[in-house]
């Protein structure tokens, strides 16, 4: 069968390789991210409040508002929006950690509030003992996945999990010692997450490596 082509008329073989042509086009389109970079945020939010809390589990200032407050919302909320962030940038890693610590610390200041409250009932120190443990086998996890990051963040996270051990052993036996010297490592711990953030912040807007962060 013959099929005759008027004037004005579109073939199949004419729209083919138009549309070809722009469905490569669009393939080699690379989309650049221009968001910022939320884990200094995370960072700060996680390495201000560590220290603080540590202050007072170091026996040096007491617990109060001041700790509670930055727990919330500092530790707390801050974090969470910067793993929000980070979910955005497809870092898993980054998204699940600065969440995760992020309610860690609601949890933490939540504990400390309620039964002051009257809501519940105070954990006792073996309850307490188990939430710090399961946070610190948590924090395994996360470490063994800085192995391949940089050796900033893989010995913030290796003191974390020693702060987390230290601390569920200070619950677990009563001993008040532990939980001291658990404060004073912890404080370490904060001092290392602000470094980290503050390299990230200055090395961005410095352009070049102000603070050495170890990469591999």
Known sequence: MNQTRTAGTTTLQDVAPV????AAALAE????DT???PAPLGLMG????TVLLNLHNAGIIGIGSMILAMGLFYGGIAQIIAGAMEWKKKNT??????TSYGFFWISLVALIV???FGIVEASDKNAMAAYLFLWGLFSIVLFIATLKMNRAIMLVFFALVVLFILLGLGDATGNPLI???AGYEGILCGLGAMYLGAAQILNEVYG?????IGEF
């Open 19 to 22: 549309e070809l042509q722009r």
């Open 29 to 32: 389109t690379v989309i650049k």
């Open 35 to 37: 968001t910022a970079n």
């Open 46 to 49: 996680f390495g201000l409040t």
């Open 93 to 98: 890693f980054g998204t699940v950690a600065f």
């Open 114 to 116: 309620m039964p002051r």
């Open 179 to 181: 939980t001291r010297i």
């Open 208 to 212: 070049r490596k102000v603070l050495p």
